[in-house]
């Protein structure tokens, strides 16, 4: 079974600098990884995945996050960040079973608060 | 395409009290899934579904019934509503290995 650990609950930043949100994952098998961002009172939406490939994936709004397979991570980065960028996000990852309606799991969310 | 809708938005239930959180796709997505989202815990999966006619349990299934009669479809019954179950639930949809697409969501509170 997969698991995946958001290792800050919380991120302060001041708006232009850059942030990078953590992400672990725990699976014995090849894993699919997403990164999804919730704006207040809305739904969630796909920032960016991973299912194969190049290990660095570009997102939307600026984000890219890269896959570390030796230590089981999915960092979200973002050189530079706006107010607009606060929102919570989440890391979720699925095993190969993706492909056929396989679960989707997903971590507790790191809060990005941006300050002017 | 109207995506993934869910109905009602806000909900306030009594201890005891059945009810049932509605979900629709128009996007023919074959998998669809229910989560709950509560502060501090991220989303946690109630339900699944693979097809119509096709459901299995999440992480956190007690409490909770589902049915796929159709593909667009995808109901959340709460048998006997508690406390407990107060929360934001967001249904979701995708086909394939493509991207999930989620609902608004529905508030619920359970007094």
């Known amino acids: 079974a997969q698991s995946v650990t958001q290792l800050d609950s919380q991120v302060p930043v001041f708006e232009e600098a850059p942030v990078e949100l953590r992400c672990n994952y725990s699976s014995s098998v090849s894993v699919y990884l997403f990164w999804y961002v919730q704006y207040p009172n809305q739904g969630l939406q796909l920032l960016l995945k991973y299912l194969s490939g190049s290990t660095l994936v570009k997102g939307i709004n600026g984000f890219e996050a890269e896959f570390n397979k030796s230590q089981t991570s999915f960092h979200l980065r973002k050189p530079s960040v706006h107010i607009s960028d606060t929102a919570e996000y989440f890391c979720?990852?699925?095993?190969?079973?993706?492909?056929?309606?396989?679960?989707?799991?997903f971590g507790q969310g790191t809060e990005l608060s941006v300050k002017p | 395409n109207a995506g993934v809708t869910q109905t009602p938005k806000f909900q306030v239930l009594k201890t005891g009290q059945s009810m049932t959180l509605q979900c629709a796709q128009d996007?023919?997505?074959?998998?669809m899934s229910w989560y709950r989202q509560d502060p501090g815990m991220g989303l946690r999966l109630i339900h699944y579904s693979v097809g119509a006619g096709i459901t299995d349990q999440g992480e956190v299934p007690n409490g909770y019934n589902v049915s796929r009669s159709t593909t667009e479809d995808f109901p959340l019954r709460l048998l006997s509503a508690a406390p407990s179950q107060t929360s934001v639930y967001f249904c979701?949809?995708?086909?394939?290995?493509?991207?999930?697409?989620f609902g608004p969501g529905t508030r619920l509170l359970v007094l």
């Open positions: 996007m023919n997505h074959e998998y």
């Open positions: 979720a990852v699925s095993g190969p079973q993706y492909n056929q309606g396989g679960k989707l799991i």
């Open positions: 979701a949809s995708r086909i394939g290995r493509g991207t999930q697409y």
